[in-house]
């Protein structure tokens, strides 16, 4: 029984204090944007600032375009998430209820692609982009990340926990495959789908390397690559730089929060566990 007690008293502890670890940058991070800048580098740390300076907020708007790049980010977001829904929905279909020569090995060799890193296709990416005149543009943003090979997967393995008699019943009573789709095994799938779209979300919104390359004016720039410039411009201002920070992370941890149940239950009917 004390062994039991010592062992989840432990546990706990540990939770705890990973807790802190991760939530102290954080905490860190929304102190240093409401400090004054004489405050900043104080020691003994002073977390507290004395005099809450709500302008640096709107200095940092001031500076630079935040509300354009805002519009940015949520556009390109929103987009993302739409279109690999779309694409993630009909090819998990496929593979999981359509009968066709080599489905297996196919989907086998999808999934194979999960193993090639990213920065690998970037360049091919771009030339591509490049050669469509598509450089600067919404679409060059969003097309390409339309198509998520986890996601697939995912919904996939979702969609094998539906019933199959309940397939073989729709298409007897002359349901057509599209319209079981829709009309059935999406409904049936929301855990799942709200897991992916959380996760393309939140993929979307941090993304920075791809709209750096292939974007090259003010206009077209998103939130990570703005923070990324006026990190440069504000030099050693770094109250206004946590304070940039701070407007960029909040819209997408009220997006997790809001939506994180469901990353658990989409995750387990799903079949994939930690």
């Not at 920065?119 to 591509?128: A, D, F, H, R, S």
Request: a positive charge; aromatic letters at 14%.
């Amino acid at each position: 029984m004390t062994k039991n007690i010592l062992k989840k008293s432990l546990i706990y502890i540990i939770l705890v204090l990973g807790c802190i670890i991760t939530l102290l940058p954080f905490l860190w991070m929304i102190s240093t944007s409401l400090k004054p800048f004489n405050e900043i580098f104080l020691m003994p740390l002073k977390w507290i600032p004395s005099k809450i300076m709500w302008k640096n907020y709107g200095e940092v708007q001031s500076k630079i375009p935040l509300l354009k790049y805002f519009f940015n980010s949520v556009f390109i977001t929103l987009g993302i998430t739409l279109g690999t829904l779309i694409t993630t929905i009909l090819a998990a279909f496929a593979f999981s209820k359509v009968r066709f020569w080599g489905r297996d090995v196919i989907f086998s060799i999808f999934i194979g692609t999960m193993m090639i890193p990213g920065e690998v296709i970037l360049i091919p990416n771009y030339i591509t982009i490049s050669k469509v005149g598509w450089m600067n543009s919404y679409k060059a943003l969003i097309i390409p990340w339309t198509v998520s090979v986890f996601s697939i997967f995912l919904l996939r393995q979702f969609f094998f926990t539906i019933p199959e008699p309940l397939y073989r019943a729709a298409k007897i009573d002359g349901c057509s495959d599209f319209k079981f789709l829709w009309t059935i095994m999406v409904p049936l799938s929301k855990p799942a789908l709200i897991t992916i779209a959380l996760l393309r979300i939140i993929n979307s919104w941090n993304e920075f390397l791809w709209p750096l390359i292939v974007t090259n004016i003010p206009n077209m720039r998103t939130l990570p690559v703005g923070l990324m410039t006026f990190t440069s411009e504000a030099g050693a201002d770094y109250h206004l730089l946590m304070a940039a920070a701070t407007m960029i992370i909040i819209p997408i941890l009220i997006v997790y929060f809001v939506l994180q149940k469901y990353i658990i239950s989409g995750m387990t009917k799903s079949g994939i566990k930690g």
